[in-house]
């Protein structure tokens, strides 16, 4: 590999790159950080660096990889919240309001049992569903079978429709009843 090499691998990777530790860690800045890791890591050892597989795969793994190591070296998972916060929002419908606080609840449920998953799990599951990759993708990035992202997807699943299975009757009542 050589630098204009690295150069173009930078530019054309760093974002989606950035965007999948996002959805392994769930903290943009330390997504960030990651994906510069291991461009710092590549660039270092650059004349050592051979890729044998695709350029995508091998940084695509080594992301996925880096990430899933910091947070078992950390053992902390920082959620992230889809919802804008709702002091940054001017507030002229008081239902509004109490529609986004809602949403925002739920959110920050879902992910909260998504974090309860093991590390690998919520990372083919984050794959799967929040970065919306096939299979087979994410099978050929963190160097599994397919069988077994079908697993931890179903097991992904299943865990969620158990822990969230009250929250979903709660929103089935409200909505029935024709609460806003």
């Not at 590999?1 to 054309?12: G, I």
């Not at 996925?64 to 947070?71: D, E, G, H, R, S």
Request: with cysteine.
């Amino acid at each position: 590999m050589d630098k204009s090499n690295f150069e173009r691998l930078f530019r054309e990777y760093f974002t989606p790159l950035t965007n999948i530790a996002n959805a392994v860690v769930r903290d943009k800045d330390t997504a960030c950080d990651i994906v510069q890791h291991v461009f710092i890591k590549l660039w270092n050892n650059i004349e050592k660096v051979e890729i044998t597989s695709s350029e995508k795969s091998y940084l695509h793994r080594a992301v996925v990889n880096t990430a899933i190591n910091y947070i078992e070296k950390n053992k902390r998972i920082v959620l992230r919240d889809n919802f804008s916060d709702l002091e940054n929002k001017i507030a002229i419908d008081p239902d509004e309001n109490e529609r986004e606080s809602r949403r925002s609840a739920i959110n920050s449920k879902v992910y909260e049992v998504i974090d309860e998953l093991p590390e690998k799990c919520r990372a083919v599951f984050s794959l799967s569903r929040i970065e919306g990759m096939k299979n087979a993708e994410i099978a050929d990035h963190l160097g599994v079978s397919i069988k077994t992202v079908e697993k931890h997807i179903g097991k992904a699943l299943k865990h969620l429709r158990f822990r969230l299975k009250d929250t979903i009757n709660a929103l089935l009542i409200i909505w029935l009843l024709g609460f806003k």
